[in-house]
């Protein structure tokens, strides 16, 4: 049961940064839904606004994590100019190809918007505090923003998930 | 409510925010559709070898988001601005950014 290097940080990548920031996006969207003073007592935003922020920030965190070692750490190793690494393997199989010209592209691409918008999510979070039971308005561009956040991730994801079954990084 | 909290009524900081990122995914969009059309970009996107032109379309969406949230921010922070057309605008950005990231799009301008 042991793993090569390259192994680790496809690990590291997908299944422990990526995997955190989409596990805690439920937490992160539950809490800011329910910042409203028909659901919580000011005790209550008080101690929620602890969690939003600690769970917003962490999100940030892990997805720059994500983007940056698949960008700079795994994806060098997916796209190597030799004839055995997994993009090659791929476009040289017509039956295979797609998972590269449409699963890699997309998902090294828009897998980016996730925490530039996190972050911005975030920033707002923690700038407006507890305003943000009284601002409704922002409270819901926010939950919207950080949806998107969570579906260019999960793109990312579930994209890397399948290449990495189809054409491992090894 | 405390005093920081009565403060910060202003919306141009949320403002800022959102429509900086709106602006970062766009770029990021632009850069990856004009790759395309482009060899020269391309090759000038290429920042990082291994990696390739998307160090160079993420670098410069990167960058140009932080640039302008800093603008921006300094900007409309002691202002009311008008956050609901501010918010369109950067949802349509961003959805620009997705569509131009889409490969179906931007592998139809490939040479």
């Known amino acids: ?170 | 409510m405390n005093a920081r909290t009565n403060s910060i009524r202003s919306d141009g900081v949320a403002a800022a925010a959102v429509l900086a990122s709106g602006i970062g995914v766009f770029v990021t969009g632009v850069l990856t559709t004009m790759a395309e059309i482009s060899g020269a970009l391309k090759a000038a996107l290429d920042w990082y070898a291994p990696a390739g032109p998307l160090s160079g379309k993420a670098g410069t969406g990167i960058v140009v988001w932080l640039i302008i949230w800093v603008i921006l921010h300094y900007a409309w922070r002691e202002k009311e601005v008008n956050f609901g057309a501010i918010y369109a605008l950067s949802l349509g950005l961003v959805a620009l950014g997705w569509v131009l990231t889409f490969p179906l799009v931007f592998e139809a301008f490939s040479g």
């Open chain 1, 1 to 170: 049961m042991t793993l090569t290097a390259k192994e680790l940080w496809t690990v590291l990548h997908g299944m422990v940064f990526g995997a955190i920031f989409l596990i805690a996006f439920a937490g992160g969207f539950a809490g800011l839904w329910s910042l409203t003073p028909s659901l919580v007592t000011q005790a209550g935003v008080r101690e929620r606004m602890r969690r939003l922020l600690i769970g917003m920030w962490t999100m940030a965190i892990m997805a720059w994590a994500t983007v940056i070692t698949g960008t700079y750490i795994v994806y060098p190793w997916y796209r190597a100019p030799d004839p055995s690494s997994p993009r090659s393997l791929l476009i040289a199989n017509p039956e295979l190809k797609t998972w590269h010209t449409f699963g890699m592209e997309w998902k090294e691409h828009v897998g980016w918007f996730a925490p530039i918008l996190a972050t911005a999510v975030a920033f707002l979070v923690t700038y407006y505090g507890s305003a943000l039971v009284e601002k409704n308005r922002l409270r819901k561009a926010i939950l919207v923003i950080f949806s998107i956040a969570f579906l260019a991730s999960a793109v990312a994801g579930i994209f890397g998930a399948f290449l990495n079954k189809v054409a491992p990084i090894r």
